[in-house]
């Protein structure tokens, strides 16, 4: 096949399948007496993949696992996809589980009385540290109030949900920078709407880069089914 012929083929263009060559994507093509590339349907197959791996998990990792599949051993292979569905399982459960927590926070809220806590009490409630409880203060995303004479923290019903919507996000993967500006999009509001509306846009991504795993799922097996007689691949 030439050149054209794969980029037709892959719905890349012609320049793509060479920079893609280049980057290690493809197995190198061999070379006609006139110099011109020679591709096989292999190559159309490992451009297919590519594109899905993509969209699972981005062009840096789809380019190292593709490199895996052509050279590894065939069962570490299969293992490293494998990997990737795992993970994607991974981060689907930890945001349904985030979002439950927000649920929850709702209901508690709707039985809640006045009280306050210290922070060991919301410490102890919340199932983390105290320092972690001092940390978040200093990163503006839990706001207890001083009011003792030695200036002790207590924590009333805003600052008891503030803690658990910042649990509940830390717990889906969120990092800081995400967490606060959640946080300040609640900030004022009586419903944490935004934060899980925010978990049902990240549920949708992770199902949408599993669908794209499972759509390079046949052209997959097609790579390491063409280069597992290679000479030399250890089974």
Do not use: K
Not at 96 to 114: P, S
Not at 222 to 233: F, I, K, L, Q
């Amino acid at each position: 096949m030439r050149t054209a012929d794969v980029a037709r083929e892959s719905g890349y263009s012609v320049q793509q399948v060479r920079d893609l060559e280049r980057l290690g994507v493809l197995p190198p093509a061999a070379r006609a007496d006139n110099g011109y590339r020679r591709y096989t349907h292999t190559h159309v197959h490992a451009l297919r993949a590519y594109r899905g791996l993509v969209g699972a998990v981005g062009p840096v990792e789809a380019r190292l696992l593709l490199a895996r599949l052509r050279t590894g051993p065939v069962a570490a292979a299969a293992a490293a996809v494998g990997e990737v569905h795992v993970r994607l399982a991974r981060e689907r459960e930890e945001a349904l589980r985030a979002q439950r927590a927000l649920w929850a926070i709702q209901a508690e809220e709707a039985a809640q009385d006045d009280d306050f806590m210290t922070i060991t009490q919301l410490a102890e409630a919340l199932g983390v540290r105290s320092s972690t409880l001092r940390f978040w203060e200093e990163e503006g995303l839990v706001r207890p109030e001083r009011v003792t004479t030695h200036r002790a923290r207590r924590y009333g019903p805003r600052a008891v949900r503030a803690a658990r919507v910042v649990v509940a996000l830390r717990s889906s993967g969120y990092g800081i920078p995400a967490v606060r500006e959640v946080m300040d999009s609640l900030d004022g509001l009586d419903e944490p709407e935004d934060a899980r509306r925010i978990l049902r846009e990240r549920l949708d991504r992770i199902a949408a880069r599993s669908v794209a795993l499972l759509r390079a799922g046949t052209d997959l097996a097609a790579v390491v089914d063409a280069t597992r007689e290679t000479p030399g691949r250890p089974e």
